[in-house]
Structure formats: structure tokens, C-alpha cells
């Protein structure tokens, strides 16, 4: 675990100007502030550091539907670091996503404000969290007058698609995920813009959908689909367990990947960079969606800032070797 001398070291500063960065104890100028502000970041560290005496305790209350989810620690430290450089512990609980506020308690003393952070994208309704802020990460309300942090999965989609095209796959395949996810719909959507964008129709014997976000869905759609078409073609899937079943069952089939198909996975975890060959990937930016939720919850709080309905977070491409042709690699 990083300390504040690794901050202070990796910033060329003084121990001293990190804690009076972080605490806002002493004038420091902008430029030093955001270089300690990076470090912080960069080595994940979290100050310790105990209320003065006679200063209240101020909380955000985090809920989560699974704490040990693929994306809600990494949601839940972007909360965390931004809460505790403005002066805010955060207090984390597990909840049913049917009923996510059973866990809150309202009389908490110094509780400020609520973040819900899922582990899916679930349309949310019936939540009670009185008259506190609150923001939603990873997750929407269309019943409820909550604003929405969420990855830019329509972005994400057409990127990915974009990518393939562009090193000369084509037709493109695509495996989606359950189209009453807002990912489901929206990384599709992105695809289809895409192959608009190129002069490409929609083509159903193209496309096929699970109805969960299982590794053994990519599996079975990837071999219904090449029933109806042969490679070489570009795939994109809806998320990177889709992709590692797609390719086990070509490499079955006797294609390969990259020679036959490019493919292209979403959500960048870490099995992306053990699959042989190395998947491509969109970067589901969990860290950076609950550093924006924390962000959007304390404009509230203090009222300095008002966001819109719906922030949307790029999804970065991360290129390996999975969708580069052999002839170009």
C-alpha cells in the first residue's frame, strides 16, 4: 500500500506539501497541487489522516449489489480517492438490487449523500434515499430523478467496430448481451453505426444475442453463426467472456486468430492478456466512473456544480494481437 512519502517522492515534493495538498492546511500553487493530486492517483493512495479535533465527520454512503464483483472495487476506489482528497470518508454496503436502500441508514451522523454502484447496467426504480443527493454509477433510474454516471457503451461499440473495418475485416459479426441491459443496446447501437457510417446494412444472419454475459454464450452464438458464415470475417463482442468462448470454439472449428477472424472483446479485464491470442479490447473505466460519481455527488453537497442526466465515460480501445491480421502484425 502506497504512503505519503511514496506520493511525496513520485511528485518531488516534501511529505509536508502532500498533506497540506490533501487537507488544504496551507496555500500551495495549482501546479504543484495537480502534480501531487496525479500522484495520488497514480499510486492509488489513500490518506489515513484523522479528523481535527471538534471537525464533524462527513460520509458518502456506497451501495453496492456485489462487493466483489469484476468492476465495483475499482468503482468503489475512484469514490474513495476523490471523497477522501476533498475531506470525505466513504462507508460501503451490500444490498439486493431489488432493494438497494434497505441498507442505508438515514441517521447516520455526517452522512452527506448516497452513491449506488452496480455491478451490472440494471434500470433501477424504487429507490428511497430520502432527501440525500444522490448519484447512480454504472447503473439508471428512468422513474427516479437520479443523474447516471455510465461508460460510453454506444462510443465503445462504434470503436470497436471502427477498428475492425478499418484493418479490413469485413463482414462484421456480432455477439451481443441481453438487449434489456443498457449495454446490451447500446454497444449494439454503436456496431450498427458503425457498419451505417461504412455503406453497411444490418444484416441479422450477422448478429446474435444472449441472454446472459456467460463465456459459454460466445461459445455456442460463435458456432450458430458459422452455420451461416465462414470466415474471414471481423467479430466484435458485447464483453470479453463472450470473445474467449468465440475464439476456443473457431480455434475448434480449425480457424484461427488472428488468420481468419479479428476479434474484438469489451470490458478489458484481466483475462485479456493471458488468452492466446491477446484479446482487444474496450477499457470498461470503472475507476474513472467512481472518481466522476464521488465528483458529481460533492458538486451536489456543496452545490457548486450541476451535471447533467446522464454522464457518459470514454471507453478507451486497448489493441492486441487478437484483431490485427497476420498480414499487418
Known amino acids: 500500500m502506497a504512503t505519503i512519502r511514496d506520493v511525496a517522492q513520485l511528485a518531488n515534493v516534501s511529505p509536508s506539501t502532500v498533506s497540506h495538498t490533501l487537507n488544504e492546511t496551507a496555500p500551495i500553487s495549482e501546479e504543484t497541487k495537480q502534480r501531487v493530486l496525479q500522484c495520488v492517483d497514480q499510486l492509488g493512495y489513500v490518506s489515513r489522516r484523522k479528523p481535527r479535533r471538534g471537525a464533524k465527520t462527513r460520509f458518502i454512503a456506497v451501495i453496492t449489489d456485489d462487493i466483489a464483483a469484476p468492476f465495483v472495487p475499482s468503482m468503489i476506489k475512484g469514490i474513495q480517492h476523490h471523497a477522501c482528497r476533498n475531506g470525505y470518508e466513504i462507508v460501503v454496503r451490500q444490498a439486493p438490487l431489488n432493494n438497494m436502500a434497505s441498507v442505508l441508514d438515514l441517521n447516520l451522523k455526517g452522512l452527506v449523500g448516497v452513491i449506488i454502484a452496480t455491478s451490472l447496467t440494471p434500470n433501477l426504480r424504487g429507490i428511497d434515499t430520502g432527501r440525500l443527493p444522490t448519484v447512480l454509477c454504472h447503473c439508471r433510474s428512468e422513474n427516479l430523478p437520479f443523474m447516471s454516471v455510465m461508460p460510453d457503451d454506444f462510443r465503445g461499440g462504434y470503436t470497436a467496430t471502427l477498428h475492425l473495418l478499418e484493418n479490413g475485416w469485413s463482414p462484421i459479426v456480432?455477439?451481443?448481451?441481453?438487449?434489456?441491459?443498457?449495454a446490451g443496446r447500446e454497444r449494439k447501437k454503436g456496431y450498427l453505426y458503425a457498419l451505417k457510417q461504412h455503406g453497411l446494412s444490418e444484416n441479422e444472419e450477422l448478429i446474435r444475442h444472449s441472454d446472459d454475459w456467460e463465456l459459454s454464450s460466445g461459445y455456442k452464438l460463435i458456432l450458430d453463426i458459422l452455420k451461416r458464415v465462414r470466415p474471414p470475417?471481423?467479430?466484435?463482442?458485447?464483453?470479453?467472456l463472450f470473445a474467449?468462448?468465440?475464439?476456443?470454439?473457431?480455434?475448434?472449428q480449425g480457424f484461427d486468430v488472428p488468420g481468419d477472424v479479428g476479434v474484438v472483446g469489451f470490458d478489458n479485464r484481466e483475462i485479456c492478456e493471458y488468452v492466446i491470442p491477446k484479446l482487444t479490447s474496450l477499457q470498461l473505466p470503472a475507476y474513472y466512473m467512481g472518481e466522476a460519481a464521488a465528483g458529481a455527488l460533492l458538486d451536489m453537497v456543496t452545490k457548486e456544480k450541476r451535471w447533467q442526466a446522464t454522464t457518459s465515460i470514454e471507453c478507451p480501445l486497448i489493441v492486441r494481437d487478437s484483431s490485427i491480421p497476420r498480414s499487418l502484425s
Open 174 to 182: 456480432h455477439i451481443g448481451g441481453p438487449l434489456t441491459w443498457t
Open 233 to 240: 470475417f471481423g467479430l466484435f463482442c458485447a464483453n470479453d
Open 244 to 252: 474467449v468462448g468465440a475464439i476456443q470454439a473457431l480455434r475448434e
